[in-house]
T-cell receptor
Framework: NAGVTQTPKFRVLKTGQSMTLLCAQD?????MYWYRQDPGMGLRLIHY???????AKGEVPDGYNVSRLKKQNFLLGLESAAPSQTSVYFC??????????FGPGTRLTVL | AQSVTQPDIHITVSEGASLELRCNYS??????LFWYVQSPGQGLQLLLK??????LVQGIKGFEAEFKRSQSSFNLRKPSVHWSDAAEYFC????????????FGRGTSLIVHP
């Protein structure tokens, strides 16, 4: 039981490049979330999903897109990366009483 | 609007001393309550949770938290802190029903002196 995994762990992009972050969970959870964490800003919700085939915007969705084609996977895409998207990205899934299980994070730097 | 406040940005304690981290929330109903810990370079790990029943809940790593409805608080405690407890601690609150989007506090950074 791996829990929540994220790939890649680190990535450096140039401004304007695109990339996709992959999140996978093996707990059969319906809800999944993408957050970004910046110093002094806490966790901010980017997008979330309440089930396969569904997505919804969170607090800071601009510049990001997501897809949930399979229940176990939640993808976060950056179509045209900007330096403001330099951050640590965390994926999470929701357990039976609302607790969240977090992945180890992806550290992204946009130059 | 719902909110979660962790009044202390940083707390410094000596190893072996007791610890209390504060969390206050603003909700109309009794929410689900959680504490998470984040070690440097890691993701968040659930320490404990409250959703009903006994207002004193036990968690992992020797932590406990007490839900006080009258004070809208859910403070985290540990009787004797270890150097390995140095980390960032987050309080979170969620409501049952509808789209479940928990609200996180800004976090409290715990520094442990030897």
């Amino acid at each position: 039981n791996a829990g929540v995994t994220q790939t890649p762990k680190f990535r450096v992009l140039k401004t304007g490049q695109s990339m996709t972050l992959l999140c996978a969970q093996d707990m059969n959870h319906e809800y999944m979330y993408w957050y970004r964490q910046d110093p002094g800003m806490g966790l901010r919700l980017i997008h979330y999903s309440v089930g396969e085939g569904t997505t919804a915007k969170g607090e800071v969705p601009d510049g990001y897109n997501v897809s949930r084609l399979k229940k176990q996977n939640f993808l976060l895409g950056l179509e045209s990366a900007a330096p403001s998207q330099t951050s640590v990205y965390f994926c999470a899934s929701r357990g039976s009483v609302g607790e969240q299980f977090f992945g180890p994070g992806t550290r992204l730097t946009v130059l | 609007a719902q909110s979660v406040t962790q009044p202390d940005i940083h707390i410094t304690v000596s190893e072996g001393a007791s610890l209390e981290l504060r969390c206050n929330y603003s909700y109309g109903a009794t929410p689900y309550l959680f504490w998470y810990v984040q070690s440097p370079g890691q993701g968040l790990q659930l320490l404990l949770k409250y959703f009903s029943g006994d207002t004193l809940v036990q968690g992992i790593k020797g932590f406990e938290a007490e839900f006080k409805r009258s004070q809208s608080s859910f403070n985290l405690r540990k009787p004797s802190v270890h150097w390995s407890d140095a980390a960032e601690y987050f309080c979170a609150v969620g409501l049952s029903g509808g789209s479940y989007i928990p609200t996180f506090g800004r976090g409290t950074s715990l520094i442990v002196h030897p």
